[in-house]
């Protein structure tokens, strides 16, 4: 079975930020527009309402606003996968038959967080999660972020049913990584940045990226170079994103992102307390990291917003 047929959301896909205007309404010209940017520039995929996109803080109602535009305006052209995770199982059902309601291709379920079940907790939850509607299921195991990780074990028994189909891993521990990919089938997808070319080394199908919003051909072509079997083309290019890596999670990847996108005259607007926007001192710092991961905030605003 080759790599492409074991994406079952493509290999390139971006966590998209949630556009905001003034005074933090929901931007949904924005939303569409910076959509249809994101996949022209190379995203096979994007998830809607995950943390990245301030899920937290944005209502059930503004979700599944969101959710439909982002369908409506690019939904023939690349997976838009919804995340549906919350520390209540009872409201991930409720979110991920909405998000089926709305047109997603799949969803995306983090661990619980703050109240740090049990593993036969988490079983119970992804399996309501997966068993609540007919679509595709990524588990997203983040440990760092939640205070709980999806154990071996636990994930090889999530794996038997039909609709968990991927993982997005940030537990940053190879070795566990690829415990599970030799125990099952499960389509993994690097959920750090820095270890996108690491991860594809055990057997990663892509990456679920936040630095897709400004470097996806990039990030898309190390992941063909690596295909190929051009190792010394990848390594390259993983050395040469390095920066941007490092600069877009100085401080909160969303908060960074959408200062990112700001400079570049994409729609992004600002972050929902108790995050707070970038500051001065921080958009310089990055516009310095960009460059030198060789992106072009100048070249890139040229790029696609004019339906924005």
Known sequence: MSVLSRAPFGRMITAMVTPFAAGGKLDLDGA???AEH??????EGLVVNGTTGESSTTSDAEKEELLRVVVETVGARAAVIAGVGTNDTRHTVELARAA???GACGLLVVSPYYNRPPQAGLLVHFTAAADATGLPVMIYDIPGRTGVSVATDTLVRLAEHPRIVAVKDAKDDLGASSWVLARTDLAYYSGTEMLNLPLL???AVGVVSVVG?????RIRSMIDAFDAGD?????SLHMSLLPAYEGLFRNQGVIMTKAALNMAGLPAGGVRPPLVDATDDERERLRVDLAAAGVDLCVDASATVGSA
Do not use: F, I, P
Not at 38 to 43: I, K, S, W
Not at 231 to 235: E, S, T
């Open 32 to 34: 569409a527009g910076l």
């Open 38 to 43: 994101l996949v022209d520039a190379g995203n």
């Open 100 to 102: 089926e309601k709305a």
């Open 201 to 203: 080394s055990v057997g």
């Open 213 to 217: 919003h400004v470097a996806a051909s």
């Open 231 to 235: 190792a010394v083309r990848a390594r």
